[in-house]
């Protein structure tokens, strides 16, 4: 593995009444997607932001190669917040040269325009962009300094699947330069698409981490046994099986399937619609913070 | 129908009454007015004659027209400031209390010719010093003020909301994620807005001046340092406001808190002549009030810039003070 470009250390974050982060360790190695993910309050907005040095912690630090995050590291990362407005009145290419002219060194605007696909939009208005186009544009904005670290604080949030598609291609090709990414999304295909190692977060720690198959494997053995719920039999929910209730569908995780199977049958649940599919890293993600939902 | 506008009316009156930042300039802006102008324009009516006097009474017996009624005196100690307001017909006339006892009049000023029949009738032996000049036009006199004011409302409100809306939006939390300082932020600001009021004042400045004929006294050369060191001042103080703060309704409250009294004292609309001393005092407080007095110095009296240095000085200082303090209390995002 690469040396960590990026290193957590007991990283705490309290407001007045609340702790956010609470005492979260990690490190990111150097070319990796890292994706930090939890649900709604879990703290990973904070500490992404705190890595991106525009938060203070309260305690703990961040280290970017070896050193605490300083001009060196404002020059080399790139950002993408979840909810960025731009300079009014300007066009694509305006907002972009904008951003480049921050930075010492970077990518040419024309180069950015091409890289995320802005050609045709570089002389409009960039508050008249579509939501799709408009993170492509932040994307090309967080881009200008050719930067060593990305970081997509969801990215993708609110943009419908054809613009996610494209915004996931567009990431990959980042990926291909052997750049460093820091992801944090709600969209548990996108971190299984794109990441190479998460980290879980919920109420402020971080409760699992590593590569995404490794993660599934550890904590996620059993196979999944799905049946639409209008067949399957309310006698058959007293049968001693994890079943778990989904909004067209009842699902069944085991470990062993040849006995599930055995005690349907017995119990004469109808399976001629049965589906069996190995566990995804949603059914982890709710195995590890549970169904409750966040306030 | 009345049901959904019942509806409508009561949740936009919580929304008003919740909105404290609002609610409350709403109802101290106007006080505060009544309360400023109070102050300002009450006390004792004005007379209807103004006399400048050189030096003091030691005995104000022996001036008996110094009792006249419907005379406001007013005490001019520098000679030459006195006569050049004789001479723009600022005063009507002007008396020296110390032996020799004479007085100075326009002989062009329809009002010095009055007054110097109520002095005569009252001190015969007082010798007379003629001086003559034609009263400033109100329009000549208004014209700096009116470009002052135009300068101050694009400074404070220019800059105080272009900076609360970069902070509310996001904008600026965006910038903090890149190498640019907050120095260098507010310096673009200040630069940006400096460019545009100087153009804009130098149109306003040929173009009104044209139109009513207005013809400078000194050096329209040295109106450029008044203009700069003034918008620099007034950019700088909304730099200030906007520095922190993420409310609409408090930064505008708080420009509005500054703009009034600068608008009401700083001499825009007329002078401040006559009015009570601590008045004055807060006057000279306010930058505007520099900028128009300099401004007015040269344009009306031909000052130079030996003249106008305390003016410039004073701006230059604000300005550095506003800024340092705007730097230090500057936010990129909100709280």
């Not at chain 1, 040396?3 to 490190?27: D, H, M, R, W």
């Not at chain 1, 969801?154 to 990431?171: H, K, S, Y």
């Not at chain 2, 013809?215 to 040295?222: D, F, I, W």
Request: one cysteine or more; proline letters at 6%; hydrophobic letters at 50%.
């Amino acid at each position: 593995m690469s040396a960590a470009i990026l290193e957590v250390e007991n990283l705490v974050k309290q407001y007045p009444g609340t702790t956010a982060v609470a005492g979260v360790s990690f490190s990111v190695p150097e070319g990796v997607c890292f994706g930090l993910l939890g649900p709604n309050g879990a703290g990973k907005t904070t500490t992404i932001e705190i890595m991106e040095g525009i938060l203070p912690p309260t305690a703990g630090e961040v280290r970017y190669r070896g050193e605490p995050l300083g001009a060196r590291f404002r020059e080399d990362a790139g950002i993408l917040f979840q909810r960025t407005a731009l300079q009014d009145f300007l066009t694509v290419r305006q907002s972009i040269a904008l951003f480049r002219g921050l930075y010492a060194h970077g990518l040419e605007v024309d180069e950015l325009v091409r890289l995320c696909a802005l050609e045709k939009l570089a002389r409009r208005d960039a508050r008249k962009l579509s939501g799709g186009q408009q993170q492509r544009l932040l994307l090309a904005i967080a881009l200008v300094n050719d930067p060593a670290v990305l970081f997509l604080d969801e990215p993708t949030t609110g943009l419908d699947p054809q613009a996610r598609r494209n915004f996931w291609e567009l990431v990959q090709s980042i990926k291909a330069r052997r750049k460093t990414i820091i992801l944090t999304t709600h969209y548990m295909e996108e971190a299984e698409l794109l990441c190479d190692e998460i980290a879980i977060m919920d109420r402020g720690h971080i409760i699992a981490q590593g590569p995404p198959r490794r993660l599934l494997h550890e904590h996620f053995a059993e196979v999944l046994l799905e049946l639409p719920r209008q067949e399957f039999p309310p006698a058959a929910r007293e049968l001693p099986l994890n079943i778990i209730d989904a909004s067209d569908r009842v699902e069944i995780s085991t470990h062993d399937l040849e006995a599930t199977l055995r005690t349907l049958l017995e119990a004469r649940v109808p399976l001629g619609h049965l589906r069996i599919r190995p566990g995804n890293l949603e059914d982890l993600f709710l195995e590890l913070t549970g169904k409750e939902l966040r306030p | 129908m009345m049901r959904r506008l019942l509806s409508v009316l009561h949740a936009r009156n919580l929304e008003f009454l919740r909105d404290r930042g609002t609610l409350v300039f709403t109802l101290l802006l106007p006080v505060m007015l009544v309360i400023g102008m109070g102050f300002v324009f009450g006390g004792p009516e004005r007379g209807l004659f103004k006399v400048g006097l050189l030096g003091d009474a030691s005995d104000p017996l022996a001036h008996p027209f110094l009792s006249e009624r419907y005379v406001e005196f007013i005490g001019l100690p520098q000679q030459g400031e006195a006569l050049r307001k004789l001479t723009h017909q600022q005063i009507d006339l002007l008396l020296e209390l110390r032996p020799p006892e004479r007085y100075w009049v326009n002989t062009d000023s329809p009002k010095g010719y009055i007054v110097e029949k109520l002095l005569l009738a009252a001190e015969p032996a007082a010798s007379r010093e003629p001086v003559t000049g034609a009263a400033v036009r109100y329009v000549d006199w208004l014209f700096p003020g009116i470009l002052g004011m135009n300068m101050m409302f694009s400074c404070l409100f220019g800059v105080g909301y272009v900076v609360l809306r970069y902070r509310k939006s996001g904008f600026l939390k965006r910038l903090h994620a890149t190498p640019l300082s907050a120095f260098e932020f507010l310096s673009a600001q200040v630069l940006s807005r400096l460019t545009l009021i100087l153009f804009i004042t130098g149109v306003l400045y040929a173009g009104i001046g044209a139109v009513i004929g207005f013809h400078s006294a000194g050096s329209v050369l040295l109106l450029a340092p008044v203009a700069v060191a003034g918008a620099l001042s007034m950019i700088a103080l909304g730099l200030t406001i906007a520095a922190r703060f993420s409310s609409e309704e408090v930064v505008g409250g708080l420009l509005n808190v500054l703009t009034w009294p600068m608008m009401l004292l700083s001499g825009i609309w007329f002078s401040l002549e006559g009015s009570p001393r601590w008045v004055q005092w807060v006057a000279h407080l306010f930058p505007l009030t520099h900028v128009l007095d300099s401004a007015r110095a040269v344009m009306l009296d031909g000052a130079g810039l030996a003249q106008i240095a305390p003016h410039l000085l004073y701006l230059t200082a604000t300005a550095l003070a506003f800024l340092a303090f705007g730097a230090w209390s500057f936010r990129w995002r909100i709280d």
